[in-house]
């Protein structure tokens, strides 16, 4: 596995006027079809379930994406419903035998398809991949993968790749991998990684895999303009913001869909307003890397066209 890398200036630059045209494009039904309804916390009981199932019911979400114990209730607070049921497997750590993922996996599709009783297409796994031994065999990430899709029997599978902890190399090759082991997705972040979603990294994901598989954001994302940025840089073509191919996975549904109408008021001034570059890069949040990892991406500070903003700031 690669251990270095070409050095590149990161970020995601955005165009005024794509920002402006992705804000108008969207509609309350359009965002929430993109959006994944999430909680994984382990506190987790029947009453937030429910309440998840109200909100993606009523705003027309793509699914709930939950810990598998759920399973034996989500299916038929979602029957008769066009949302899906997700699951994450083996989360947040991916490291059990490629064997019990893809129990795990085979185990959630049973269930649901006995309770819910609508067949195929109702279910999608968020299967999370063991980054370690990726590094150091990635025909074991081939394999993994391949149990899981397998396992998954016709089901949708997003691929975690924990983007967070890989070299940029390293992320196209895992994006790689898992396109080519018949994923339908690639993921960048479990919500509790070093970071989440950053501009940066769905880009990259999206450049690897193209316009025929799906990518999804996952972790940190709060508010339409953070799911505004995520979509020019993940799903810039209108063609690739549907739920088929872009996805936004988030615990914060009510806070992004309300504030769509703040962002409708006044797209340009919102587009031109900008960001702080630092804020969404990925150089910028590094504390809770590896050492190899984290020297890569603080070199990138050195040489990147928006250092100023890091003048007071010990490199």
Known sequence: MVKEETVRTPLVTFAPDALVEI???MTPQRLASLLDVT???ADTQEPKIRKMVDWATSFGCASICVNPVEVDLLPLLLQSTPVKE???IDFPLGKSPIKVKAHQAAYVVAQSRSLRGEGVGHVELDMVLNVGRFKRD???TRDEIGAVVEAAAGEHVKVIIRSSELLDEEIVAACQIAQESGASFVKNSTGMDAFGATPDHIHLMRETVGPGMGVKAAGGIRDAMDVVRLIYAGAMETDLRTADRFRIGTSSPVPILSSLGWLQ???GAWAEAGVVPCTIC???MTAKQRREVREVYMR???SCPYREY???KDF
């Open 265 to 267: 008021q006044a797209p």
């Open 300 to 302: 990138r500070c050195h």
């Open 39 to 41: 909680d994984l916390k």
């Open 310 to 312: 890091r003048k007071d």
């Open 282 to 284: 990925p150089s910028n």
């Open 138 to 140: 990635p025909a074991y």
């Open 86 to 88: 997700c699951y994450v």
């Open 23 to 25: 804000i108008e494009w």
